[in-house]
């Protein structure tokens, strides 16, 4: 499964941009939206810059997926210390 997450561009070139996802540079597609420009805050989901954000949103959309990636990874070590059962 492939799940998207915000991110802010940070370099753009002719064959796509630089995007900082939570610390972690990644290049992303610009084809759908080709005028993206460095400081913008973005979507990226597979690999392509499928929406801009304002920054309030973006700020909302990372934090309710960390929140997410935090429960299951609570849920995973509860599991593990379960015997497999969560």
Known sequence: ?????PGTVVAVDEVGATVDQEGRLRRASTLLIPDI???DH???AAGTIVERLDPAEAELIRA???EAIALEQAEAETAARNGGLA
């Open 1 to 5: 499964m492939c799940v998207g997450f």
């Open 42 to 44: 973005v979507f990226v």
């Open 37 to 39: 420009a460095p400081g």
């Open 64 to 66: 309710t997926l960390l």
